[in-house]
Every structure is written in C-alpha cells, then in structure tokens.
C-alpha cells in the first residue's frame, strides 16, 4: 500500500504510550534494512 504513491491515514503508538495520528502521508519509499533508495 505505501509503495503506490497514494496519500494514507497512519496512526501510530509512540514509546511513551501517546498516539499520533498523521494524515495524507506519502511515503518516500525508505527501505528501513536498506537505506533510501540509490540514484544512477
């Protein structure tokens, strides 16, 4: 679903237990094991 381009809602849990809601969010396809995507 993030790999679309399409905006989406995340809800989230932070460490000290609050949530936080983020919306319309794209994601920049980041590779969390891999780093941002390399460029030619």
């Known amino acids: 679903m993030l790999n679309s381009g ?8 932070k460490a000290d ?3 936080v809601h983020y919306k319309r969010c794209i994601s920049l396809r980041y590779d969390f094991y891999g780093g941002w ?4």
């Open 37 to 40: 995507p390399q460029t030619p």
């Open 17 to 19: 237990g609050s949530i």
């Open 6 to 13: 399409d905006p989406v809602d995340i809800t989230a849990w």
